[in-house]
């Protein structure tokens, strides 16, 4: 008999699992995609990390290839506790459950290590968040580091790990139901490749994601349009594991009508894949204007950093007539965008004159439109340097809404237009934890034998996200509740 059974094998189940071995515990992951599939929303990750650090020397432990050069050449700034505290609680309207959000804070420089320590190679993320100014690079918007080779890095790592430890994964097997006895949970009813089996263990752990891939759920709760939004990762998070921890009592927690949506290929598929997952990406507008179909802008582009806006645009972006917008860029913009606009498959115009744009952009209104970007170009304050690695204050006045930063004139040829829709990542409701990962009942009791991490944990993230800060979660809380699993089972 297993001690612990994992309900999901993306970054918070293995995680689970791998801390769960560590502290003894025999282990099974049941992974519901088949093998070629594995990974869940992890594997599509770009696999940046939000912690806390101090500084060069901080991150030096954590990417010892670092040289002198690249210290001396970057600003790493520093990312206080205090700030991460206040960067969550401000993105999400200060809902955020300050004992989570402590466990999160307070363990992510540690887990990082711990991932660090488990082969996972970390990087600085130059270009990303961080541009070269002057000869230095200076790192924005509270991440520095990500994982080599992206979430699906850092996934291999995970199973690698997995299969060096002795973690039984079976995959295709899709946990359906929650089994109890006099302990508590004692097991998982599971379809493996179709055919129903029952598994028992002394301690199961739910990582199976949230309900982002649930059309009809995200309608349910998200509300009406959600499902027409494209979902950017996995197929396989419908929502499972919530629904069976509901099932037995579990205390649905956190925003339900809340998401992690962004600007993305409007034309792109229900679904994403792994091997083309960056294709979609539409993050650049802080250098440019969005219009809708009216050809009117309608979100301040500039508001924040990217990290501190783009997670919230996506609804704003499905609620504009038609559900689809156009990013504008003038060749100004052009060295600062990503490149996942050079892809294939991007719904793209360009031109050499607004009007040509305009005439290409086909369903947004032309003369509105050509209005805008004369409204536009004339509120800005033009005297303010231009500069991505600060919010620059280089805005517009008077507009409605007024873009607050990097506000340069769409006026030089030639010039671009992506067309974005609402691009799902994923949902922020899901059933509610303690400090040590047991899954509570509505009376905020612990259900015996019951654990939970990533996705599916309610409570973290309301209407908005800080970017970086899902795979921390994941890792955290995956850590969090597979080593506590461990200790039930050994208990
Ligand atoms: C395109 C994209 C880019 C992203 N980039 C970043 C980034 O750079 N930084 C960042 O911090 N976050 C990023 N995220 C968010 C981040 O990937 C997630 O927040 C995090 O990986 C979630 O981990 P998880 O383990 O909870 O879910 P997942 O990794 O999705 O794992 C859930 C697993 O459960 C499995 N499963 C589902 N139902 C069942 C069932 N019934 N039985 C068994 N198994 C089941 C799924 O197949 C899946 O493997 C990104 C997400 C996407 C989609």
Request: charged share 25%; net charge neutral.
């Amino acid at each position: 008999m297993y001690d612990v059974i994992v309900v999901g094998g993306g970054g918070a189940g293995m995680c689970a699992a791998l801390a769960a071995r560590e502290h003894g515990a025999k282990v099974l992951v049941l992974e519901r995609a088949p093998q070629d599939k594995r990974g869940g929303n992890t594997a599509f990750a770009s696999g940046t990390f939000r912690m806390v650090h101090h500084g060069a020397n901080d991150i030096r432990k954590v990417v010892p290839d670092l040289t002198e050069q690249d210290i001396a050449n970057t600003d790493f700034g520093e990312y206080t506790a205090e700030q991460y505290f206040d960067d969550l609680g401000r993105i999400t309207q200060y809902q955020s459950d300050p004992e989570l959000a402590d466990v999160l804070i307070h363990q992510s420089a540690d887990t990082v290590d711990w991932l660090h320590k488990l082969g996972v190679r970390f990087l600085p993320n130059y270009g990303r968040q961080a541009f070269k100014i002057d000869g230095r690079f200076k790192f924005f918007g509270g991440s520095v580091i990500y994982a080599n080779g992206g979430g699906e890095g850092l996934m291999e790592a995970h199973f690698k790990n997995a299969e060096r430890l002795g973690i039984d994964v079976r995959y295709g097997a899709r946990g359906v139901a929650l089994l109890r006895g006099a302990r508590g949970v004692e097991g998982v009813r599971a379809e493996v490749n179709g055919v129903p089996e029952d598994i028992r263990a002394k301690a199961v752990v739910l990582a199976s994601g949230g309900f982002e891939a649930n059309r009809e759920w995200r309608a349910r709760y998200l509300g009406p349009g959600w499902d027409m939004a494209k979902v950017r990762g996995t197929r396989f998070n419908t929502g499972d594991g919530i629904r069976m921890a509901l099932d037995i009592g579990a205390q649905p927690y956190g925003q339900w009508s809340g998401c992690h949506s962004c600007a993305w290929e409007r034309n792109a598929g229900d679904f994403g894949s792994v091997e083309t997952r960056h294709n979609g990406f539409r993050h650049s507008y802080l250098y440019g204007i969005v219009v809708n179909a009216d050809g009117k802008r309608f979100l301040d582009e500039g508001a924040d950093f990217r990290n501190f806006t783009y997670a919230k645009y996506g609804r704003v972006i499905l609620q504009q007539p038609g559900g689809y917008a156009w990013q504008v860029f003038d060749a100004q913009a052009k060295p600062l965008m990503r490149d996942e606009y050079k892809l294939r498959g991007a719904t793209k115009v360009t031109a050499d004159t607004l009007e040509d744009l305009a005439t290409r952009m086909q369903d947004v209104d032309k003369a509105q439109f050509l209005k805008t970007v004369a409204e536009f170009n004339g509120a800005i304050t033009r005297e303010v340097p231009f500069n991505p690695n600060v919010k620059d204050g280089l805005r517009t006045v008077g507009l409605e809404p007024d873009k607050s930063n990097w506000a340069t004139p769409i006026e030089t040829p030639p010039f671009e237009a992506y067309s974005v829709g609402c691009g799902i990542t994923f949902t922020f409701g899901g059933v509610k934890i303690d400090n040590t990962g047991r899954v509570l009942d509505i009376e905020d009791a612990p259900l015996p034998g019951l654990y939970a991490a990533g996705e599916m944990v309610g409570g973290i993230f309301y209407f908005n996200y800080p970017g970086a800060t899902g795979l921390m979660s994941s890792a955290v809380f995956g850590r969090l509740a597979g080593r506590s699993a461990a200790g039930h089972a050994n208990a």
